[in-house]
């Protein structure tokens, strides 16, 4: 489906998405849409009961695509905050069990695999947390919302305004990861408690899914609609590109 991931059934109706886009996952407006794609196929495919998001790289994603981004346009700019918006916001809506193993940093955009799933398993290196304000830059109207709804007021201004991001002791005391356990344990605790969700009544959980997170999914597609994120002089200020290069290093 895609050259930045693979997607594995494991049996049972347990289906994992493996990100694969060496060398951290860097989110790229190609990369988003092939996963909206995935999102949309998995939630009308009744064969298919949980879903795993986990990653063959070293971490599960760094974010945007910083050394891509220093070149952006403006055009460029509008198409990663559409990315952005559509990919995590199919996430977050999905019908169907989500499960993310996070093994290390899950920074920036790629904190939103975590927050858009229903349970978050971390090894002892994850590290989870909200760098925009860090590269110049703020967050588009869909993941502001979904972190809005899944992080606790203190622990939302710690991350938005700092940049820092969480251990992943911090992470579990805060709510953001459910467990966490050793690297090699990891796909294994991940897949059992993908069959125990993948064993609930799915119609059931979708309608219980939809009561919990249909409110801000509905107001995210409005304002998507109603080009809430269509900056008329680009995503981007005069400080953004500095702060990347400042960044990437």
Same mark, same amino acid.
């Given at each position: 489906?895609?050259?930045?991931?693979?997607?594995?059934?494991?049996?049972?109706?347990?289906?994992?998405?493996?990100?694969?886009?060496?060398?951290?996952?860097?989110?790229?407006?190609?990369?988003?849409?092939?996963?909206?794609?995935?999102?949309?196929?998995?939630?009308?495919?009744?064969?298919?009961?949980?879903?795993?998001?986990?990653?063959?790289?070293?971490?599960?994603?760094?974010?945007?695509?910083?050394?891509?981004?220093?070149?952006?346009?403006?055009?460029?700019?509008?198409?990663?905050?559409?990315?952005?918006?559509?990919?995590?916001?199919?996430?977050?809506?999905?019908?169907?069990?989500?499960?993310?193993?996070?093994?290390?940093?899950?920074?920036?955009?790629?904190?939103?695999?975590?927050? #858009?799933?229903? @349970?978050?398993?971390?090894?002892?290196? *994850?590290?989870?947390? !909200?760098? /925009? &304000?860090?590269?110049?830059? =703020? %967050?588009?109207?869909?993941?502001?919302?979904?972190?809005?709804?899944?992080?606790?007021?203190?622990?939302?201004?710690?991350?938005?305004?700092? #940049?820092?991001? @969480?251990?992943?002791?911090?992470?579990? *005391?805060?709510?953001? !990861?459910? /467990? &966490?356990?050793?690297?090699? =344990? %990891?796909?294994?605790?991940?897949?059992?408690?993908?069959?125990?969700?993948?064993?609930?009544?799915?119609?059931?959980?979708?309608?219980?899914?939809?009561?919990?997170?249909?409110?801000?999914?509905?107001?995210?597609?409005?304002?998507?609609? /109603?080009?809430?994120?269509?900056?008329?002089?680009?995503?981007?200020?005069?400080?953004?590109?500095?702060?990347?290069?400042?960044?990437?290093?």
């Amino acid at each position: 489906m895609s050259a930045d991931f693979n997607i594995e059934d494991l049996g049972g109706g347990i289906t994992r998405l493996m990100l694969s886009r060496a060398p951290v996952n860097a989110l790229t407006p190609g990369f988003l849409d092939a996963l909206s794609d995935f999102y949309d196929s998995v939630a009308i495919d009744d064969s298919i009961r949980a879903i795993i998001i986990a990653s063959g790289q070293k971490i599960l994603s760094g974010g945007l695509d910083l050394k891509a981004a220093q070149k952006f346009d403006k055009v460029d700019e509008l198409e990663i905050v559409r990315g952005l918006n559509q990919s995590f916001t199919k996430l977050y809506a999905l019908p169907k069990p989500t499960i993310c193993a996070v093994n290390g940093a899950a920074i920036a955009g790629g904190f939103f695999f975590v927050l #858009g799933c229903d @349970y978050r398993i971390g090894d002892t290196r *994850a590290s989870v947390g !909200l760098a /925009e &304000v860090r590269v110049g830059a =703020t %967050l588009p109207v869909g993941p502001s919302a979904i972190a809005k709804a899944e992080l606790h007021a203190n622990d939302m201004r710690k991350l938005v305004l700092s #940049g820092q991001p @969480y251990s992943a002791q911090q992470a579990l *005391a805060a709510g953001i !990861l459910d /467990e &966490v356990v050793e690297n090699e =344990t %990891l796909m294994d605790r991940t897949v059992k408690m993908a069959e125990q969700y993948a064993a609930l009544p799915p119609k059931t959980y979708a309608n219980v899914k939809k009561q919990l997170r249909g409110t801000v999914v509905d107001a995210v597609e409005r304002a998507m609609k /109603e080009d809430a994120n269509i900056f008329k002089d680009g995503w981007f200020n005069d400080e953004t590109k500095p702060a990347m290069a400042a960044m990437v290093g």
